[in-house]
């Protein structure tokens, strides 16, 4: 999780590096919890 501002090559680099996934601020509680769950399920 980083507080950098959201643009597309900061979000790129995220995902490459082995991010999950990449939420965008504001962040919607579901969409967080439907992150962590399907990050769970994976391992």
């Not at 590096?17 to 994976?42: M, N, Q, S």
Request: no cysteine; glycine share 2%; hydrophobic share 45%.
């Amino acid at each position: 999780m980083t507080a950098h501002a959201s643009d597309d090559e900061v979000r790129l680099r995220a995902l490459t590096d082995g991010a999950k996934d990449y939420l965008a601020k504001p962040l919607d509680e579901e969409a967080v919890l439907r992150a962590i769950e399907t990050v769970l399920r994976a391992n």
